[in-house]
């Protein structure tokens, strides 16, 4: 009589299969993170971008076929990311790059710079609502895309209200904000003077004199009452930048007649 077969018992795989099974799941989890990190160092772009963005903050030009070449590079990672920090950076050359073409003659691509400052705005805003850059891109596409109106005006109230007095910003604000000084409601006046003041104050006297230059006749009054309360030296350095550029200040708190000779390396 034959026996019944023994119970089948369970399947222990040997220590050293298990080790090697343990081996083999590390590889794959090893070659995985070193794909994601490729992936994701690829994605955080061109670190030239924040370099280029800094300095066009700061008043400086660029090829228009460079920036653009970087900003088709890195905001679909950017967008995908949702990296506030890049989409910001790249959203300043994109304003860069409109601000030019709206004053050549090629209408076609302003009109495609000028799409483009709005789309990149609604994308900055989407990830961080808070970013002052966003709307005030919204504010200037809004002006060129619709004409100057009540939602124009809300956005740049946005702008103020996330940003008052942040230096960077303000030097690209400020000069956007002036040229519809005059159909500005008081408050947000009141805000771009203070865009002006801050910049005087801290002692940005080119910037705050390329400002002078491009306000109107009754801005100008404005901006310059705030300059009373600084120190004669600095009002004189002052004096000396808008000067250079041809212009005069007529004005109660500034000398009549040919800027004084001042040292400018020490206001």
């Known amino acids: 009589m034959s026996k019944a077969p023994d119970a089948a018992l369970p399947y222990r795989p040997s220590r050293r299969l298990h080790r090697r099974l343990m081996l083999s799941a590390n590889i794959l989890l090893a070659a995985g993170a070193l794909v994601w990190a490729a992936r994701v160092v690829s994605d955080i772009g061109d ?31 950017a967008e995908r990311q949702c990296n506030s920090k890049t989409l910001r950076e790249l959203l300043l050359l994109q304003i860069g790059l409109a601000d030019e073409t709206v004053r050549s003659a090629d ?55 996330q940003a008052p007095h942040e230096a960077w910003l303000q030097l690209i604000r400020a000069p956007l904000a002036l040229r519809s000084f005059n ?54 350095v002052f004096l000396h930048f808008v000067s250079e550029s041809g212009l005069q200040i007529r004005h109660r708190c500034y000398p009549a007649g040919p800027a004084p000779a001042v040292d400018v390396r020490r206001p």
């Open 183 to 236: 159909a500005l409601p008081p408050a947000l006046q009141d805000a771009v003077v203070q865009d002006f003041e801050d910049i005087f104050q801290a002692r940005l006297y080119p910037s705050a004199a390329i400002l002078y230059q491009g306000a109107t006749a009754s801005a100008q009054a404005k901006l310059l009452d705030r300059t009373c309360a600084a120190a004669e030296t600095e009002r004189l």
């Open 47 to 77: 670190p030239a971008v924040p370099l280029v963005a800094s300095r066009l903050a700061r008043g400086e030009k660029y090829d228009p076929t460079l920036m653009r070449g970087m900003i088709a590079a890195n905001l679909p990672a």
């Open 107 to 161: 209408l076609l691509q302003a009109d495609a710079d000028t799409a483009g400052v709005n789309s990149q705005s609604k994308a900055l805003i989407a990830c961080a609502p808070t970013e002052s850059l966003g709307w005030l891109g919204m504010y200037w596409s809004s002006i060129r895309l619709e004409g100057f109106g009540p939602r124009a005006v809300a956005l740049l109230d946005q702008s103020y209200r």
